[in-house]
């Protein structure tokens, strides 16, 4: 049957970013784009820390980034520090880009190691410059500076995710997305094949639709509720249950760090992410080992300034969807699933859940292959994040709580244990199936949480050239130069795209 109406289910960030996408196929086709929600429901509205492929959602989109990031009291993000995980008192930075560059084929954290047994001390933050940027709080684009001689600067952004569903609303209505305030009472489906062939209103209007895309959140309204899809636990590797969010104001005088904090607690973790307006704040736990009452206490003792809001309180299931996919609906965001926003992966989940589903999409009508390959990739995306998120709980040397003993001690999947053995024994990362985190990431990780290389690529030593350790120094002296020459990230900021009023 063919796709002449698509219906959204649900609203805030996966929603309004699944419209403004959509609305680019009203240009070429006959097709009708509906968004459903409900300001009586509300969203959960709490992720607010991007990853680089967000900018070039955003690109995609064409949307001004001056103006996004105004209108949203938008900052720059160039990765996430990491405090307390290894054990009480460490702290590191995973970086958006890249340690050094590629030699002759080797990487460089490999070079790096060499030289490092050869007596050069250098720590390998040196090589990054998104990681002294950050320490530093300067902040410049690549653009601003173009120069072949110096380093790319990879960054994301701190959004407030509110405004951000707003400002993408106002995009997509202006490119005839229609918006349909209300609450969907039932779902219809068709006898003979399953699929979802209308929604039934609170006021007992039916809407129909041919192919729908369900974003209402947890309760998977379309996707479990009325599809009965199925749920996969993660809670086994992934124990946090919990999390309080609770924007402040930044009375403590500190400026907008050009980067997230995650600060491990006794039973979890805190996210700070800092806009031009205010810190977004959370804290993530597990409701074995805390209460909801500590949590709060531990939170509000542990931010810039006073409560902006009242706590708002999440319960959730760590894992995904058994199918993404399913006859003619598709879930994206909380509907698909839920990983905790210990890597900023929630909003991205929704962007590449979205690029898949129009690189598969045909207005023809709905076929198996589509759903298959969607779902097989879409599997395989959370399942690598899902490894990459258990490391940073499973690597820790922490044994100070009963949670830390437990994550510290817990079965963690072979895939993830091969990964860790393989850095240990000569500091090999492979990147699987175009797996999201990079080389750096992963090996920034390891080493931030105590996890050392047992040695290096033997190709490392095979590097001759005479001229290979001025390449090395120069990595890091065009690094120094640069930060040196940024301006602060609040500079910038109040430059390139200050906060609306």
Not at 125 to 142: D, H, I, P, S
Not at 425 to 439: K, S, V, W
Not at 463 to 490: A, C, G, W
Request: with cysteine; net charge negative.
């Amino acid at each position: 049957m063919a796709i002449e109406r698509i219906v959204i289910v649900g609203g805030g960030t996966a929603g309004w970013m699944a419209a403004a996408a959509l609305s680019r196929l009203k240009a070429g086709h006959k097709v009708e784009i509906l968004l459903i929600e409900s300001e009586q429901i509300g969203t959960v509205g709490v992720g607010e820390a991007t990853i680089p492929p967000f900018v070039d959602f955003n690109r995609l989109l064409e949307i001004d980034e001056q103006q996004m990031l105004a209108s949203v009291g938008g900052t720059f993000k160039l990765g996430i520090q990491f405090v307390n995980w290894g054990q009480q008192g460490d702290s590191y930075i995973h970086p958006f880009g890249n340690y050094g560059y590629e030699i002759d084929g080797v990487s460089f954290h490999h070079v790096w190691h060499r030289f490092r047994q050869e007596g050069d001390n250098r720590p390998i933050q040196v090589f990054n410059l998104e990681t002294m940027a950050a320490y530093f709080g300067k902040f410049a684009r690549t653009q601003d500076y173009q120069r072949d001689d110096l380093p790319p600067m990879n960054y994301a952004y701190h959004i407030d995710a509110t405004r951000y569903a707003k400002f993408l609303r106002g995009y997509a209505e202006k490119r005839g997305v229609v918006r349909r305030e209300g609450k969907i009472d039932d779902v219809n489906l068709d006898g003979e094949t399953g699929f979802v062939t209308s929604v039934k209103m609170d006021d007992g209007e039916t809407i129909a639709g041919d192919f729908f895309v369900d974003c209402s959140g947890f309760r998977g309204l379309l996707i479990e509720q009325a599809l009965k899809t199925g749920y996969e636990d993660w809670r086994h590797y992934l124990p946090c249950d919990r999390a309080v969010a609770l924007p402040c104001d930044r009375e403590d005088g500190s400026p907008a760090a050009p980067y997230t904090r995650a600060t491990a607690h006794s039973a979890g973790w805190q996210w700070t992410v800092p806009l031009q307006h205010r810190n977004g704040n959370g804290h993530v736990y597990c409701s074995e080992f805390m209460s909801d009452e500590e949590a709060h206490e531990i939170l509000v003792k542990n931010i810039a300034g006073k409560p902006a809001a009242d706590p708002n309180f999440l319960r959730f299931v760590t894992g995904r969807r058994k199918k993404f996919w399913n006859k003619n609906v598709v879930a994206l965001g909380l509907a698909a699933g839920f990983m905790e926003p210990l890597e900023s992966t929630s909003i991205h989940l929704v962007n590449t859940g979205i690029n898949k589903l129009i690189a598969l999409l045909s207005l023809d009508g709905v076929t198996q292959a589509q759903e298959d390959a969607f779902n097989r990739l879409t599997g395989k995306e959370y399942t690598r994040i899902r490894d990459f998120l258990i490391l940073h709980y499973n690597a820790t040397e922490r044994d100070d709580t009963p949670f830390w003993n437990h994550c510290r001690t817990m079965e963690v999947p072979e895939s993830l244990t091969e990964k860790v053995d393989l850095f240990q024994t000569n500091g090999q990362i492979f990147r699987e199936e175009d797996e999201l985190f990079t080389e750096t990431s992963w090996a920034a990780v390891m080493m931030g949480q105590r996890i050392n290389m047992g040695g290096h690529n033997p190709m490392a030593d095979t590097l001759k050239d005479p001229n290979l350790k001025r390449e090395f120094d120069e990595i890091e002296r065009s690094i120094r130069y640069l930060v040196q020459h940024m301006p602060t990230h609040p500079d910038y900021l109040a430059r390139y795209c200050p906060a609306a009023a």
